[in-house]
Every structure is written in structure tokens, then in C-alpha cells.
């Protein structure tokens, strides 16, 4: 047999048996350490207490053997201001002051603060029962001391998980990625947006058609002052009214007085073809004659898909960016033929 082991005593054999037949949990609540009165004990199931007890407190863990289900692995941390004596000797108690299981230690000093020197120690015990259901062991997490290991494994264990505070506008923290009906509905305000999300969001405006129909695009202000018009409906309307005056290589020169000073309110006008090609950069093209003084706003209608409206960008002068419509299957953009309105003079 080896030199140190535990055992059940012959008290915690019997509540044990009890415990098992009865169903009713045996509850064992603290953990003694003695010196053994100067030597090494050795382990004696009829004892009821320890030879020379030094110390009793609460349980800080317990677990049972990964290797050996039979076995329960009870645990004490001794504090560092603890100590003065050498343990030999450790028992278990239950609730009601009962010694349930002995064993002896090898011999280990406890040396404490006021010597100098002292170190927090754990103390770890080993019972083996047949059924390690019908034992509990009960822990006060106010009154006990958690080992480094037991803070190391609980502090990998939390980085590990997912188990974070959510992220919010002011703080940092989890965050999840919207799903693309959420992107599209544009309600989920606890979920970050992902570039295919703002795709799709953008493909659906560029799908809708009551968006780019001519009567709801509004002009902007600089055009409804100069024209008392408001949208551009209005201004194709005008503009069949007014292309017969001036019309030189497809542009319009319209003189106006603004604040009391001579204006010319240029547009330029034409057709052109953007390639499937083209993707999401599109193409740029290129005015018939470049504005004088600035160029305010261009828009374009896709003739291939009921007058509605193409994406389009101002990059100088004279020329500006347009983006050809979606597509479908293996063709994510289609052929798009514009015409297209370009406004300028009036800054």
C-alpha cells in the first residue's frame, strides 16, 4: 500500500450507505489540516477526529477525477497569513460536524507572514466512493479563495467564449453582421452592415422604380431659383419648349439675370452606351463641349428600361460617370443605353 491515502471512516461509511439508500445527499462542508501531533499518521477508518487539528475551513473546489469517475477531488486554499505548523494529516467534514474522510499528507511546512516569508498553498483531497452522486459538497463563494490556476482556467475559459458585452454606438465590445434581409429592411440597429449588404441595398433602390421616376427627382436649389421649376419633369417639359432656340453640337446657352448679374445657364445633351463591362466602375462620357464655369448636375434615363434613371457623377467640366443597370445570372450588369441631360452655369 502506498505511504499516503485517504479513506472513508467508518462514521462517513455509513452515512454514505444512508445516503445512497435513502437518496439524500451526504453534504460535507469544510476541510480540516493537522500536524498529526509531531509525525506522520497513518490513516485509520475508526477515528473520528484528527489527532492535532490546526486549521478548519470552508471547500473553494471540487470536481471529479477526469481518469477515475469514483473520485472526488476536494480542494482548500491555505491564505498567506496562515501557517506556522506542518501538515500531516487532512479530514473531511459534513454540515453536522461529522469526520467523513481521512488521509495523512506528505510532510509539508506553512510557513506564515510574520516568519518572513509564506506563499498561499492549495491542499487537495482525494475520496473515492462508489456513487459520487450521493455526495455534496457545499462552498461558500463568499468565504472562499480561488486558486491561480482555478483564476487562469476561468479567465481562458470566459476569452474563449462568446459570453462579451454586445457593441453599441459609444462602446466597444461583441459585434454581429446583419444578415442581408436585415440590411435590406434597414431596421436592425445592434448589427454592423457588410459590403454584400450595402450591395444589395443598392441594387434594390437601383430596382425601384417610383425612385428614378423623372417627377420625383427634385432639383436643386440653385435650379429652382434660376427656373421656378421643381423637379425634373418639369425641366424636360421646359426643355421641348426651349431646344429650338439655341442648339449648337447638342448643347443649349440660356442667358438669366441673377441678383443682378448676367448669367448663361448651359446644357448639354446626348446619347451613349454603357458596356456590361463596365461592372461596378462604369464609364465615363465625355460632354459634347465642356461647361464654361462649372458643372452643376447631369441626368440620365436608361431608353432600355422604362425612363428610369441612371446612377451618375460629376468628374470635371466635361465629362462625368454613369453606371449601368443590374443584370441577372452569370451577368451581374446589363447593356444600358442613356440619354442624358447635363446642367451647368449656374454656380
Known amino acids: ?199 444589395a441595398q443598392l441594387d434594390d433602390h437601383r430596382n425601384e422604380t417610383a425612385a428614378h421616376q423623372a417627377e420625383q427627382i427634385a432639383l436643386i436649389e440653385e435650379m429652382i431659383s434660376a427656373t421656378g421649376l421643381t423637379n425634373v419633369s418639369d425641366v424636360l417639359t421646359r426643355l421641348l419648349d426651349l431646344t429650338a432656340l439655341s442648339v449648337t453640337r447638342n448643347t443649349v446657352n440660356t442667358p438669366y439675370r441673377r441678383d443682378g448679374e448676367a448669367k448663361k445657364w448651359q446644357i448639354r445633351m446626348g446619347r451613349a452606351q454603357i458596356p456590361a463591362a463596365a461592372g461596378n466602375n462604369g464609364i465615363a462620357i465625355v460632354l459634347p463641349e465642356a461647361f464654361e464655369t462649372s458643372f452643376d448636375f447631369v441626368y440620365a434615363m436608361d431608353r432600355g428600361n422604362g425612363a428610369n434613371s441612371v446612377s451618375c457623377e460629376v468628374i470635371d467640366l466635361g465629362r462625368f460617370r454613369a453606371y449601368g443597370r443590374s443584370g441577372s445570372g452569370d451577368n451581374p450588369f446589363a447593356v444600358t443605353d442613356i440619354t442624358y441631360l447635363a446642367f451647368g452655369g449656374m454656380s
Open 1 to 199: 500500500m502506498s505511504q499516503f491515502f485517504t479513506l472513508l471512516t467508518k462514521t462517513g461509511q455509513g452515512l454514505l450507505a444512508n445516503a445512497i439508500a435513502y437518496g439524500e445527499p451526504l453534504t460535507i462542508a469544510t476541510m480540516a489540516i493537522g500536524d498529526g501531533g509531531g509525525k506522520l499518521p497513518t490513516p485509520d477508518a475508526t477515528v473520528t477526529r484528527l489527532v492535532n487539528e490546526v486549521r478548519r475551513g470552508p471547500i473553494n473546489q471540487t470536481a471529479v477525477d477526469d481518469d477515475n469517475p469514483n473520485w472526488t477531488v476536494v480542494e482548500q486554499v491555505l491564505p498567506a497569513d496562515v501557517g506556522g505548523w506542518t501538515i500531516r494529516e487532512v479530514g473531511l467534514y459534513d454540515t453536522d460536524g461529522n469526520l467523513i474522510a481521512y488521509g495523512n499528507y506528505p510532510e509539508t511546512y506553512k510557513p506564515q507572514l510574520s516568519e518572513g516569508s509564506s506563499r498561499t498553498q492549495t491542499i487537495r483531497f482525494v475520496m473515492e466512493v462508489t456513487d459520487t452522486s450521493a455526495v455534496t459538497l457545499r462552498i461558500d463563494p463568499s468565504v472562499v479563495m480561488a486558486s491561480r490556476q482555478y483564476v487562469d482556467e476561468s479567465l481562458k475559459a470566459h476569452a474563449e467564449s462568446r459570453n462579451h458585452p454586445a457593441a453599441d454606438t459609444k462602446n466597444s465590445g461583441m459585434m454581429r453582421f446583419a444578415t442581408l434581409t436585415e440590411s435590406k429592411k434597414g431596421e436592425e440597429t445592434k448589427a454592423a452592415q457588410t459590403p454584400a449588404g450595402g450591395m
